[in-house]
């Protein structure tokens, strides 16, 4: 009888024990259940779900999302349906072990992006193949090389990344404008979705993107971090959106249970 309950028991749990252990650790139920559903389908070791919570993934996605985004975070996990689910501010690349400091180039950066490529791939998300570095293409007789290219498998698309060691300007936008407009009327093929292009930069204006950028854009800017991000800064900032989100539609019910 023991052993048959022990079994059905276990049937019932998906994850390790020390996986539930660290979930467990987490107080807010909708944010415990999307790390569940996430170790599950991405098969996170207990050592990455423990990143993951550490580095604040709900809540870095969450930033990005509305009311409903952020339940279906916690119903179905992240989701990859269009190029704003691939987005995440910051990106937290902790695990390239370089100092916090400003006197880095793009390439030592992209350099140590490379050498530690499969925890960047897993920091990007769901779907990522990598593709190339300094991807080069010749457009009237001038040179052009892309930092880094990957392929999403389940946008069915590819993904230009561009690295800003500091303050992202308009001519960097206009760059990227250009990257992808290459790419989306010269490599990409006629069943491929549009090309997404995302700026990680050290500083970025939000104001300046929306202003270089039409709304429909298929470019993103995204701030890079070298350290793990404070989870009180980032539910401050949360806290700050969900504000301004009632201020421009008072009609929607209150979203101070969000997180």
């Known amino acids: 009888m023991l052993q048959e309950l022990s079994a059905k028991l276990a049937g019932s749990f998906s994850l390790g024990w020390t996986h539930y252990v660290a979930l467990l650790t987490i107080s807010n139920a909708d944010e415990r259940c999307f790390y569940e559903i996430e170790a599950r389908e991405n098969s996170w070791g207990a050592r990455e779900l423990e ?17 409903e985004g952020i339940r279906l975070l916690s119903e179905k996990g992240l989701l990859i349906e269009k190029p704003a689910d691939v987005i995440k501010n910051p990106l937290v690349l902790e695990f390239l072990d370089l100092e916090e400091k400003s006197a880095y180039s793009e390439h030592a950066l992209e350099t140590a992006i490379i050498d530690h490529l499969e925890h960047f791939l ?3 998300g769901k779907g ?16 052009f090389y892309v930092d880094l290219v990957f392929y999403n498998r389940l946008l069915r698309c590819y993904v230009l990344i561009d690295l800003k060691r500091d303050k992202l300007t308009h001519q ?25 292009g995302i700026l990680l930069c050290h500083r970025k204006h939000d104001a300046l993107v929306e202003l270089t950028l039409p709304k429909d854009s298929n470019i993103f800017a995204s701030k890079y971090q070298l350290y ?10 949360l806290e700050e959106a969900a504000g301004i989100e009632r201020q421009e539609n008072p009609d929607q019910e209150d979203t101070d249970d969000v997180l």
């Open 228 to 237: 793990l991000p404070s989870k009180e800064e980032l539910k401050r900032q």
């Open 172 to 196: 960097d936008l206009g760059q990227m404008q250009m990257y992808v407009n290459y790419f989306d009327r010269y490599v990409k093929t006629e069943d491929e979705l549009p090309t997404i």
């Open 51 to 67: 990143r993951q919570i550490s580095a604040s993934l709900y809540e870095r996605l969450a930033l990005s999302r509305d009311k």
């Open 128 to 143: 990522f193949l990598f593709e190339a570095r300094q991807k080069r293409f010749t457009f009237d007789n001038d040179h």
């Open 122 to 124: 897993l920091e990007l």
